[in-house]
C-alpha cells in the first residue's frame, strides 16, 4: 500500500537530514589539499557531479510520483523509471569514484608497482587490492553486515539494469487469486479471437487493468529471484549510505601521513 502520512513525513526529515550531511562532507572534500591533482578531478566531475544527479532523481521522483500516489498513469510510470535507472547507475559510480579517490591519495598498486587496472579499483568483495590497502576500521566497515547485504542488493540491481533485465516500475501488484483471474481473462481474450468475438475483447481487458493496486515498487526479472524494492525509502537510504562511504573514505584520507 502507499505511505502513510507519518512515514511520509519520517522520509521529508530524514532526507533533510541526508542533504545537511551531503553539505558538510563536500566542503571537506572541496577545501582539503590532495596529494594528486588528478583526484580534485575525480571529486569535483566525478563523485559530486554524481552525488548532484543523485539529488536531482530522488527529487524528480518524489515530485513526479508521491510516495502516496495511487493511480499513477503510465507516461508517469516511465518518467520514474527513467530516474530510477539513472540513479542505480550513479549510485554505484559514486561508490567507485570514492574508491578511486582512496587508491590515488593512498597509492595503491599492483604488486610490481604498476597502477591497478581500472577493473580493479571499487569497494565490493571482489575488489581485493582495495580492500587489502584499506586501515582496519574502514575494512570493518565494509565488511560488517549492513554493508555487505546493501552491495549485494545494489550491484544484483545496478547489473540486471546494464547486463540483463532493465529496472522498470510495474503498473500494478497481483495476489495469487488476482493472478490466476488475469491468466483466465486472457484465455478468454484468446478464445474471443479465435471466434471472431472482437466486440468482447474491451471489456474482458477491462476487467484484466482493474485487477490488483499500485504499489511504489521497482523490479528488474521475477524470473532471476530477485524482490520488489520499495523505490521511495529506498533511494533515500541509498543517498545517505554514499554520504557516509564519503564520509568514512574522507576521514581515512585525512589520516594518510604527509
Known amino acids: 500500500m502507499p505511505y502513510s502520512d507519518e512515514q511520509v513525513e519520517e522520509m521529508e526529515v530524514f532526507y533533510r537530514e541526508s542533504l545537511d550531511r551531503a553539505d558538510a562532507m563536500t566542503t571537506q572534500l572541496f577545501v582539503r589539499a590532495y596529494r594528486h591533482q588528478d583526484t580534485r578531478e575525480v571529486i569535483v566531475h566525478g563523485f559530486y557531479r554524481r552525488l548532484d544527479t543523485l539529488r536531482h ?134 478464445r474471443a479471437y479465435r471466434e471472431d468475438r472482437i466486440g468482447d475483447v474491451p471489456g474482458l481487458r477491462s476487467r484484466q487493468i482493474s485487477l490488483g493496486r499500485f504499489e511504489p515498487m521497482i523490479m528488474h526479472s521475477y524470473g532471476e529471484g530477485a524482490r520488489p524494492v520499495r523505490f521511495h525509502v529506498q533511494m533515500l537510504t541509498d543517498y545517505s549510505t554514499v554520504i557516509e562511504f564519503a564520509e568514512h573514505v574522507l576521514a581515512e584520507v585525512d589520516d594518510l601521513p604527509r
Open 57 to 190: 532523481c530522488i527529487e524528480r521522483v518524489f515530485e513526479e510520483l508521491p510516495p502516496q500516489e495511487e493511480k499513477p498513469e503510465r507516461g508517469t510510470l516511465m518518467d520514474v523509471t527513467v530516474m530510477v535507472q539513472a540513479f542505480y547507475i550513479n549510485v554505484l559510480g559514486a561508490i567507485d569514484n570514492l574508491a578511486r579517490i582512496w587508491v590515488r591519495e593512498a597509492n595503491v598498486t599492483l604488486a610490481n608497482g604498476d597502477p591497478l587496472p581500472d577493473r580493479f579499483i571499487g569497494f565490493t568483495a571482489r575488489n581485493r587490492a582495495v580492500r587489502d590497502s584499506l586501515p582496519a576500521p574502514m575494512k570493518a566497515y565494509l565488511t560488517g553486515t549492513r554493508n555487505t547485504a546493501w552491495f549485494d542488493y545494489l550491484e544484483n540491481y545496478r547489473h540486471a539494469l546494464a547486463h540483463r533485465i532493465p529496472l522498470y516500475v510495474p503498473p500494478k501488484q497481483v495476489n495469487e487469486a488476482e493472478a490466476e483471474e488475469a491468466r483466465q481473462l486472457e484465455e478468454e481474450v484468446c
